[in-house]
């Protein structure tokens, strides 16, 4: 499995940004599928979660301003994200898990300017 993140890049606070994990093989269908983040010195963190039926979790630090979505048929997972703030300036890595495998993306830098 590789995942590809794309959509990364620099806006100003209140702007928004789309990132997309793009997925091989197609045991995308049945897995969850997670973003995480990493602001610099500081541990990567979970920022929101996809069940293959599309149920969600988030952080609470996001819930209202992000949304993760997938299309199952284009083996992708978004992360919308409005309402920017520069705390929320980071690598944010998509991420496939099941069992005790898990597989990551390459990371994507947001910066946030103020």
């Known amino acids: 499995v590789q995942l590809v993140e794309s959509g990364g890049g620099l806006v100003q606070a209140g702007g928004s940004l789309r990132l997309s994990c793009a997925a091989s093989?197609?045991?995308?269908?049945?897995?969850?599928m997670d973003w995480y983040r990493q602001a610099p010195g500081k541990q990567r963190e979970l920022v929101a979660t996809?069940?293959?039926?599309?149920?969600?979790n988030y952080a609470d630090s996001v819930k209202g301003r992000f949304t993760i979505s997938r299309d199952n048929g284009k083996n992708t997972v978004y992360l919308q994200m409005n309402s920017l703030k520069p705390e929320n300036t980071a690598v944010y890595y998509c991420?496939?898990?099941?069992?005790?495998?898990?597989?990551w993306g390459q990371g994507a830098q947001i910066t946030v300017s103020s």
């Open positions: 991420r496939a898990a099941w069992g005790s495998t898990e597989y």
């Open positions: 093989g197609s045991i995308f269908r049945i897995v969850a």
């Open positions: 996809i069940t293959p039926r599309g149920s969600t």
